[in-house]
T-cell receptor, first 112, second 113 residues
């Protein structure tokens, strides 16, 4: 069952600004991942954070994980028009057999 | 890096016909493969989990007789949409897992007219 919930559903910002997306989940997890999807295309894996990690960085991406609140955030700094896409969090639950549960996603629009 | 391919990339078929979608792990052996479905402007929903040589495990609400999954080898899983209807039109994405991670295919867009 789908357990990740992202907010906001949609976000529109200007180039250079930071974009923050949040994700909440319901059950215990092994790890949480963030993916990006351009319209009509496949998924691009962005970053994975394990349940025993609290923060992770990759380039302009910063992910935090709060297992006590069952939530995660994805921060994209100095956004670019090319960052326009949908962003999904996905959790790998302890009892899911490694199947991923995806959140509803945040649609990000970065305008020049 | 690990690559997963899907074939075809897109397909248009008439209502009532069957469509087969292939998912291949190109450079690794996949212990498990997953099939997801994504309707427009929605998220991915897990349809089924398949392990090589055994029957697929379907998620609640997914008709196993309509969505036939065959996982004949460690590098190939197929999803057959039988007697397709317009409401089956969707983006179907597979993923394959090895011992370390899960890798997604590029997706197959199915349109049933």
């Amino acid at each position: 069952s789908q357990q990740g919930e992202e907010d906001p559903q949609a976000l529109s910002i200007q180039e250079g600004e930071n974009a923050t997306m949040n994700c909440s989940y319901k059950t215990s997890i092994n790890n949480l991942q963030w993916y990006r999807q351009n319209s009509g295309r496949g998924l691009v894996h962005l970053i994975l954070i394990r349940s025993n990690e609290r923060e992770k960085h990759s380039g302009r991406l910063r992910v935090t994980l709060d297992t006590s609140k069952k939530s995660s955030s994805l921060l994209i700094t100095a956004s670019r028009a090319a960052d326009t896409a949908s962003y999904f969090c996905a959790t790998d639950a302890s009892n899911s057999g490694y199947a991923l549960n995806f959140g509803k996603g945040t649609s990000l629009l970065v305008t020049p | 890096g690990a690559v997963v391919s899907q074939h075809p990339s897109w397909v248009i078929c008439k209502s009532g016909t069957s469509v087969k979608i292939e998912c291949r792990s190109l450079d690794f052996q996949a212990t498990t493969m997953f099939w997801y479905r994504q309707f427009p402007k929605q998220s991915l929903m897990l349809m089924a989990t398949s392990n090589e040589g055994s029957k697929a495990t379907y998620e609640q609400g997914v008709e196993k007789d309509k969505f036939l999954i065959n996982h004949a080898s460690l590098t190939l899983s197929t999803l057959t949409v039988t007697s397709a209807h317009p409401e089956d039109s969707s983006f179907y994405i597979c993923s394959a897992r090895d011992s370390r991670a899960q890798y997604f295919g590029p997706g197959t867009r199915l349109t049933v007219t």
